[in-house]
Every structure is written in C-alpha cells, then in structure tokens.
C-alpha cells in the first residue's frame, strides 16, 4: 500500500495477532523486487500503486523465476465495484480485499490463503 495510514493499520491487525511478521512494499516496482528475492508465504498487493500497480506486479512476480511465482497474492484495494474482483483474479491474484478492511475480514483471507500453501 502506497498510503501510510492503509500500512499502519493493516500491519497492526496482523501483529497483534503474534502469528505475523510484515515486511512493506512502498510500490509496485518494489513488490516485484522483493517478491524476486525474498521468501514470503503471502503477498497483500494493493492495485493502485504508484511507478506499477499492482495487477502488473503480480503478473510480473508470476510471470518471473523467483521464489514467490507461485506464493498467494491478495488483492487489498479500495475497487470494490461489481467485476472488481474477478478481474483482480484474471490478472493473477488468487483472492481479494475490498477496503475499507476489518481486521476479522483480513484474518480470514490471509488464514485461507496460508493454508492453500500446506
């Protein structure tokens, strides 16, 4: 997520949990570098980021080498308009957050789609 407050908050619900550790992507062109360098077990791409959105990262990390092509991605966006999320899907993302979030909200997503990876 490109806007401070979004990060905060999301990172705070996923620490609280004392199940998570977060690292922060401040855009897209940073996401694909990480995603191509790091070990990550899921990845919270927000579409609407600047230097590359996210729907280009993600096909970017799926269409590389790394260690991330084939980690989950999750779309966290404020596109919450009918069609939104299917798109986010046909573009390579495997599950999707219309913002605002709640923290019930993004446990769920992110516990479904960590354990698709076991």
């Not at 806007?3 to 998570?20: E, I, P, V, Y």
């Not at 990550?40 to 230097?51: A, F, I, Q, S, T």
């Not at 404020?78 to 993302?93: F, I, Q, T, V």
Request: aromatic share 4%; glycine share 8%; charged share 25%.
């Amino acid at each position: 997520d490109d806007h401070d407050a979004n990060l905060l908050m999301t990172q705070s619900m996923l620490h609280k949990t004392g199940r998570f550790q977060t690292e922060v992507a401040h855009d897209g062109v940073e996401a694909v570098k990480m995603a191509s360098s790091g070990s990550y077990d899921l990845v919270l791409m927000d579409c609407n980021m600047p230097n590359m959105d996210g729907w280009c990262a993600t096909e970017a990390i799926r269409g590389g080498d790394g260690p991330c092509k084939n980690v989950p991605v999750v779309a966290l966006t404020a596109n919450a308009m009918a069609g939104d999320m299917e798109y986010c899907l046909s573009r390579g993302m495997d599950d999707y957050i219309a913002k605002p979030i709640t923290r019930v909200k993004l446990l769920e997503v992110v516990d479904r789609n960590l354990n698709v990876n076991k």
